[in-house]
């Protein structure tokens, strides 16, 4: 997507950070592979943040987690670059106890039905 294509899309649409290059695993086959935001020094991860702010003219009210993978460190970034909350990959409705940078969410995707659809946004009881 063209800068231009988001940029038009903004009046429907709110984009924010999911990384701007760290969105890899790093590991092998015989160990575990690990998201960049868990496997690469703190300088390096608070630079490819402030980077993909950049690219986002400073929209930094949200974040997703690449992977859902995140740990303490992840967090502090985070906040020192003044993203006010982040969503993992869990799959669930949101509720007052969830941690601001815990964020649990619905994924939405290409095929998702309009009855899926509808279901997330009915009322719970």
Do not use: W
């Not at 290059?21 to 991860?45: P, V, W």
């Not at 969830?98 to 509808?118: A, C, G, K, N, V």
């Amino acid at each position: 997507m063209t800068t231009e294509e988001l940029a038009s899309a903004c009046s429907v649409f709110s984009y924010y950070s999911h990384t701007f290059d760290f969105h890899h695993r790093k590991g092998s086959a015989t160990k575990d592979e690990r998201s960049f935001l868990i496997t690469e020094e703190a300088g390096a991860i608070r630079k490819d943040l402030a980077k993909s702010i950049g690219v986002l003219k400073g929209e930094s009210l949200a974040f997703a987690y690449p992977y859902g993978e995140y740990s303490p460190k992840s967090i502090r970034i985070l906040n020192e670059l003044g993203i006010d909350m982040a969503f993992t990959t869990e799959e669930r409705d949101a509720s007052q106890d969830d941690h601001l940078y815990e964020l649990p969410r619905h994924s939405i995707f290409h095929d998702t039905t309009m009855t899926r659809f509808q279901s997330i946004f009915r009322p719970h009881h």
